[in-house]
Every structure is written in C-alpha cells, then in structure tokens.
C-alpha cells in the first residue's frame, strides 16, 4: 500500500520560474514531512523539512506548505535556478518510529 | 568530518552468486538504516539496525537477504544467490539515535548489477 502519492512525475522550468512539487499522505500518525534531494549518482541529502505544528517554513529559496486537514504537503522553489535541476523525494515519518517512507519522487529540470 | 560512507560504489555480480554492500555511519551514529532505489522509482526501506540490535527489518525480502551491524565495523547487507531483479541501488543511512526527531544522512550509495 502507498503511503506517499508525488506529483509530477515530471518538471520542467524555466530560469527564473517557480517549481511546486506535491505530495498527499494517508497515514495521520506522521508527524514529520521532509524533502530531499538527489543529483545523479549521489544519495539524498534533507533539502527542508516541516513538522504538522505549523504550516509553512521556509529556507531561503524552498518553501514547504502543509495542509493537514487535506494531508498534503509541498515544496516551492522560487527563483529556479539550472543547478537545482535534481530528483526531488518527499517523505514522512511516523510517531513510533525513526524509518522514512518516501514518495516516488519528481524530476526537475530548470532551463537556462 | 566524513560522511556516510558506502563501498563498493558499483558491483556487479553474476547471477547465484552474493553481494555484500558496506555501510560505515557518520562518526558518532550509532542507527543505521538500508533503503533500496529501483530505477525511475523512489527510495524503499529495507531494514533499520542499531549496534548489534535489528529494530526493523519489514521491509527485507524473506529470503536471500540479511542485514547486521556489529559492534565493532560497519554494517553489511548481504544478498545471497543474487538475480537480475535484485539489481538496484542500495542506499544506507545513519542518525545519532533512533526516534522521531532525528535527521537521516545517506551515503551515495552502491549500484549493484546482477548480468
């Protein structure tokens, strides 16, 4: 069963543009939504991550919004730049445990 | 400060024979966690390991598959008698402690390839 449904499979942004990426849960017990990234033949490393206390944090260019009453979360790049051209996963975490259960993850593409 | 490291970075196996992946945590992390990524598909969770101890291992195939941490040494995943499908990439993570308010941190990972 998928716990994590991501959207688009997908992006592609012009220099300059904003990219949004989207992700639903299933699951009301996580209570811990991160975003990673990951450039070819690297691992993922924490991008910008929120807890369900509050609705938006935001790190410089990325921002996370949370919807818990729609158990959606996503991730807003502004000001695309060429090298955030990357797969971007989101993931959650439940209450009793430490383990991530990520989405399938978007591929970006920003165009210069 | 080095990072997750993981070894070999590629490998490539016939089929029947077995893979062992390596994982040497961050200095100081004591949780390790194994995770594999099928191509165009996101990231799976195998198994999560502390010193000595399996605390979660759900997400590991039945059979062929098994994972340890010892006290002294990096962790192993070991794939016996691999197949084809089996060719993935194997990522390892580590965090200080278990629970829900640590981060992870992956290594890059090791592409196994099974001809």
């Known amino acids: 069963q998928q716990q994590v449904k991501q959207s688009p499979q997908s992006l592609i942004v012009q220099k300059g543009g904003i990219s949004i990426i989207n992700c639903a849960y299933e699951?009301?017990?996580?209570?811990?939504f991160p975003w990673y990234q990951q450039f070819p033949g690297k691992g993922p490393a924490l991008l910008i991550a929120?807890?369900?206390?509050?609705s938006e944090k935001k790190e410089g260019r990325f921002t996370i919004s949370f919807n818990k009453s729609a158990k959606q979360f996503s991730l807003h790049i502004m000001d695309s730049q060429p090298g955030d051209s990357a797969t971007y996963f989101c993931?959650?975490?439940?209450?009793?445990?430490?383990?991530?259960?990520f989405g399938e993850g978007t591929q970006l593409t920003v165009n210069p | 400060n080095a990072g997750v490291m993981q070894n070999p970075r590629h490998l490539v196996r016939r089929r029947g024979q077995e893979a062992r992946l390596r994982c040497s945590p961050m200095?100081?992390?004591?949780?390790v966690y194994w995770y594999r990524q099928l191509p165009e598909e996101g990231l799976k969770f195998m198994v999560y390991?502390?010193?000595?101890?399996?605390?979660?291992e759900s997400g590991m195939p039945k059979e062929r598959f098994s994972a340890e941490f010892p006290k002294e040494g990096p962790s192993i995943l070991r794939i016996q008698q691999v197949v084809r499908g089996d060719s993935a990439a194997y990522f390892c993570?580590?965090?200080?402690?278990?629970?829900?308010?640590?981060?992870?941190?992956f290594g890059s990972g090791t592409q196994l390839s099974v001809l």
């Open positions: 993570a580590s965090s200080p402690r278990g629970g829900t308010n640590e981060k992870l941190f």
């Open positions: 390991l502390q010193k000595e101890n399996i605390i979660d």
């Open positions: 929120i807890r369900p206390d509050v």
């Open positions: 699951n009301t017990a996580f209570d811990y």
């Open positions: 200095k100081g992390h004591s949780h």
């Open positions: 993931a959650t975490r439940g209450t009793s445990g430490s383990r991530l259960t």
